[in-house]
């Protein structure tokens, strides 16, 4: 698989529940080659290096890897976050199991 290294500008920044960041890039015009390479590249984890074109920076180095949460956990975390949203009474894990139990049911009522 290919690296591509091109100028960009971070034309998006938002903010997410689990503390990371998502970006929006606008990258200069690409041939269809370069286009196939960056979609290529898409939800891989890969390093990326961001410095300022116009002047000299210290350069910070984050060493944190990005954490590949299977489906489950991040099932798991988001009944969470809407566990803590709604103000639930009873406790979390009767919570989750009530819901897990509701979309089992769902897929269990599309089976023939």
């Given amino acids: ?3 591509i290294e ?5 034309t998006g920044i938002r903010a997410k529940v689990d503390g990371s960041l998502g970006l929006s ?3 200069p015009e690409l041939s269809p080659e370069e286009k196939v ?11 990326m290096t961001i410095e300022p ?15 590949i949460k299977s489906s489950s956990e991040r ?3 988001v009944i ?29 009522n599309k089976l023939n």
């Fill in 80 to 108: 969470f976050v809407y566990y803590k949203q709604v103000n639930s009474t009873e406790d979390y894990q009767t919570f989750y199991k009530r819901h897990m139990e509701s979309i089992i049911d769902t897929y269990k």
């Fill in 1 to 3: 698989m290919k690296g």
């Fill in 25 to 27: 890039l606008g990258t």
């Fill in 53 to 67: 074109l116009e002047e000299k920076s210290e350069k910070i180095v984050i060493e944190k890897g990005m954490e």
């Fill in 75 to 77: 099932l798991y975390n």
């Fill in 37 to 47: 390479i960056f979609m290529s590249l898409q939800n891989l984890n890969v390093k």
């Fill in 6 to 10: 091109t100028q960009a500008v971070i």
